[in-house]
């Protein structure tokens, strides 16, 4: 193997590992109302951790994707990424202003709101890993 190429994938890793660093320390998904506020600060780190652990399979087969996929892949983290944001806006949005009609319906938007936050950790971390695949291993 290429050690540039080595290089460059083992810093492809680095992004996931330090955004949880951050999040565990200083929970700025909190702070950017992506997250419940009763959420542990842990919930961010393992979003983003686990994010960084599945984008192992990528890093293997990076070099044997064509360009097009590579770049397909690119796009959809990008896309993936930004639709989980705003999913996790919107879920902020609605649970602060809505009156629920019952404790059922509340919770049911928060396990929502849970989940495309755990996909937002996760589509964070693969999408800041293709970033840097994408710029550095071509």
Same mark, same amino acid.
């Given at each position: 193997?290429?050690?540039?190429?080595?290089?460059?994938?083992?810093?492809?890793?680095?992004? =996931?590992?330090?955004?949880?660093?951050?999040?565990?320390?200083?929970?700025?998904?909190?702070?950017? +109302?992506?997250?419940?506020?009763?959420?542990?600060?842990?919930? =961010?780190?393992?979003?983003?951790?686990?994010?960084?652990?599945?984008?192992?399979?990528?890093?293997?087969?990076?070099?044997?994707?064509?360009?097009?996929?590579?770049?397909?892949?690119?796009?959809?983290?990008?896309?993936?990424?930004?639709?989980?944001?705003?999913?996790?806006?919107?879920?902020?949005?609605?649970?602060?202003?809505?009156?629920?009609? =019952?404790?059922?319906?509340?919770?049911?938007?928060?396990?929502?709101?849970?989940?495309?936050?755990?996909?937002? =950790?996760?589509?964070?971390?693969?999408? +800041?890993?293709?970033?840097? +695949?994408?710029?550095?291993?071509?």
């Amino acid at each position: 193997m290429d050690p540039k190429k080595f290089v460059a994938k083992a810093a492809s890793l680095l992004p =996931g590992p330090f955004v949880a660093f951050i999040q565990h320390w200083y929970n700025i998904f909190d702070k950017a +109302l992506i997250s419940h506020p009763e959420w542990s600060d842990k919930t =961010g780190s393992f979003s983003v951790a686990l994010g960084s652990v599945s984008i192992l399979y990528i890093i293997v087969i990076w070099d044997e994707l064509s360009k097009a996929k590579k770049y397909r892949y690119l796009k959809y983290s990008f896309i993936v990424f930004a639709v989980s944001v705003a999913l996790c806006l919107l879920f902020h949005l609605v649970v602060t202003i809505t009156l629920f009609p =019952g404790p059922v319906m509340f919770h049911v938007v928060v396990w929502l709101w849970y989940i495309t936050f755990i996909i937002f =950790g996760i589509s964070l971390a693969h999408f +800041l890993a293709a970033v840097v +695949l994408y710029r550095l291993v071509r």
